[in-house]
């Protein structure tokens, strides 16, 4: 036995020789972890106060709101099985959600104002009527034919010919197919010398794409 003693001690000494590294390694951590948990005392001591207290406040708001807290997240539920087929596209509204936050303040200091500017140029200029009179020409002739006929479910004849003929110099002509090239800035327009300045421009495109889905719609 004393011999076999001998022997099995010798496998025990070589592997931790092999192993003094480590064991070194593993004895400077654990001096590190007492070190830090004998500074760490008071604050470990004060968790364990306060966890009984707390344990208790949990299990009060367990008992008393548990039957609330099931329907909530019962109807949480129901809400996020009607809500996945839009989860692509709500990704990108709650990302745009801290923006509008943070412009919130912007617009409403705190100061009794609002602070908005809103340019509207629906209708400046106006749209050109001039030249397509010819138009209602034709529905009026339809109408003749058939007093019950009705524009707007039936088809009538297109009119080639309608064209704005509003005198050259109309703000109004702005807006006529065959003075497109007047919208270019670089183009003199003969009737105003005034230098035309292109101005900046705001594609949403990118976003409606995105938020059309949640809408319910289909991009294109």
């Given at each position: ?19 003094s ?9 654990l001096?590190?972890?007492t ?17 009984i ?17 099931t ?20 990704q ?6 801290p ?15 609002v ?7 629906t ?30 479910t ?45 101005p ?7 976003i ?9 719609a289909?991009?294109?």
């Amino acid at each position: 036995q004393t011999l076999g003693l001998i022997r099995d001690s010798q496998t025990v000494l070589t592997t931790q020789s092999d192993q003094s590294s480590a064991i070194k390694q593993f004895s400077t951590d654990l001096d590190a972890l007492t070190a830090q948990l004998r500074t760490s005392d008071p604050d470990i001591r004060r968790v364990i106060d306060n966890g009984i207290p707390a344990s208790e406040q949990v299990g009060s708001l367990v008992t008393e709101a548990g039957p609330a807290l099931t329907t909530n997240l019962s109807n949480l539920s129901a809400v996020a099985a009607a809500a996945a087929p839009t989860l692509p596209s709500l990704q990108p509204f709650l990302l745009f959600l801290p923006a509008l936050a943070g412009a919130a303040p912007t617009v409403a200091p705190g100061d009794g104002t609002v602070h908005l500017g809103l340019v509207l140029e629906t209708n400046n200029p106006l749209s050109c009527t001039v030249g397509y009179e010819g138009t209602m020409a034709i529905l009026d002739e339809m109408k003749r034919k058939d007093p019950n006929f009705d524009d707007t479910t039936q088809n009538f004849p297109l009119n080639t010919a309608a064209n704005c003929q509003a005198p050259q110099g109309s703000e109004t002509g702005v807006r006529s197919a065959n003075r497109i090239a007047f919208a270019d800035p670089n183009t003199s327009q003969p009737w105003d010398s005034k230098p035309k300045v292109d101005p900046d421009k705001l594609n949403l495109n990118p976003i409606a794409t995105q938020l059309a889905p949640m809408l319910g719609a289909t991009p294109k």
